[in-house]
C-alpha cells in the first residue's frame, strides 16, 4: 500500500490509536470484529466497489458502514466509517486497511496487558520454527481447508503456554488469505516493534551470535538508525560472509557494519 492509501491509513490510524489506549484490554474485541467485516467485504465484491467508489461522498459511504454494523461496537462502527470515507487507490487497499487496524488493535490490547514484548518475541519464535516445516506451511497456507481447520492447527502449534495476543495474530493470519501466514506474522511484528517505537533488525547468520555480539550489533544499527533496535536472529550456515542484516527495506552486509561501527567509533571518539 502506498500513496493515497497510505496516507488515508495512516490519518485514521491516528484518530483511532486514542480509542485503543482507552479501551485497554478491550481493544483486543474491536479487533476482532474489525476482521469480521474484512471477511464480509472480501465475499462482496460490489460492496468492495461502492466503497471505495470515488464518485459517492464520503458520508454517503460511512452512512452505508453504520447501517451494516449497526450490531458492532460503537468505536468499530466509527473507524470502519472514518476508512471508508477516505480516498483509496484500490478496492483490496481498504480491506488491507481494515484488516491493518484489527491487527493495530490486537496489540494495543497486549501492550495495555504488559505482554507487547512478549507477543512480539512469540510471534518471532514461531516464524523461526516454521522455517524448516514446509509442510505445516503448506497446510496453514491451504485455502481449500475450512478457517476452523487451519486456526485450529495454529492452537495445535502453540500449544497452551503462548500469550494470547500472539494466539490471536497467529489464528488471524491462518484464516487470512491476504498474506502468507509467516509474512503476516513477521509483519506484526514490525508492528509490533513500532508500537514499542523500535526498528526490527532481521538478522540471518552462518552461527549463533552471542548475547555479547547481539549488543554490539544492537549498538552499531541504533547508531545508524538514530532509534532503538530489535534484533531478531535465525541461524543459516549458507550465509555467505557469516552475517546478513535487513532493516526494513534496507540490506545490511557484514562489511557495511563493519564500516558503521568504524564511523561510530570515530564519533566517539
Not at 214 to 224: F, H, M, Q, V
Amino acid at each position: 500500500m502506498r500513496g493515497t492509501s497510505r496516507g488515508s491509513l495512516q490519518g485514521v490510524a491516528d484518530r483511532f490509536e486514542p480509542v485503543l489506549v482507552a479501551a485497554g484490554t478491550d481493544a483486543a474485541g474491536l479487533g476482532e470484529e474489525m476482521f469480521s467485516f474484512v471477511d464480509a467485504l472480501e465475499s462482496s465484491g460490489s460492496l468492495r466497489r461502492t466503497l471505495t467508489d470515488p464518485s459517492l461522498p464520503g458520508e454517503a459511504k460511512a452512512g452505508l458502514v453504520r447501517s451494516l454494523l449497526r450490531g458492532a461496537r460503537g468505536p468499530v462502527a466509527d473507524v470502519v466509517a472514518d476508512l471508508v470515507s477516505q480516498r483509496w487507490s484500490s478496492e483490496h487497499d481498504l480491506t488491507e486497511g481494515i484488516e491493518e487496524l484489527g491487527l493495530w488493535a490486537l496489540l494495543a490490547s497486549a501492550d495495555a496487558a504488559g505482554e507487547l514484548e512478549r507477543v512480539e518475541e512469540e510471534l518471532f519464535q514461531l516464524t523461526r520454527a516454521l522455517v524448516s516445516e514446509r509442510a505445516v506451511r503448506q497446510a496453514l497456507a491451504d485455502t481449500t481447508a475450512s478457517s476452523e481447520r487451519r486456526a485450529a492447527l495454529v492452537d495445535q502449534i502453540l500449544g497452551a503456554g503462548a500469550a494470547d495476543g500472539t494466539r490471536r495474530v497467529a489464528r488471524r493470519a491462518a484464516v487470512s488469505d491476504r498474506r502468507r501466514f509467516v509474512e503476516t506474522l513477521t509483519h506484526v511484528g514490525d508492528l509490533a516493534a513500532a508500537r514499542r517505537r523500535r526498528l526490527v533488525a532481521s538478522v540471518t547468520s552462518r552461527t549463533e551470535l552471542t548475547p555479547a555480539q547481539r549488543d554490539r550489533l544492537a549498538s552499531i544499527l541504533e547508531g545508524a538508525y538514530g532509534t532503538q533496535v530489535q534484533v531478531n536472529v535465525s541461524v543459516d550456515p549458507a550465509v555467505l560472509g557469516g552475517l546478513r542484516v535487513q532493516v526494513g527495506a534496507d540490506v545490511v552486509d557484514a562489511t557495511v557494519l563493519s564500516r558503521l561501527d568504524d564511523a561510530r567509533r570515530r564519533l566517539a571518539g
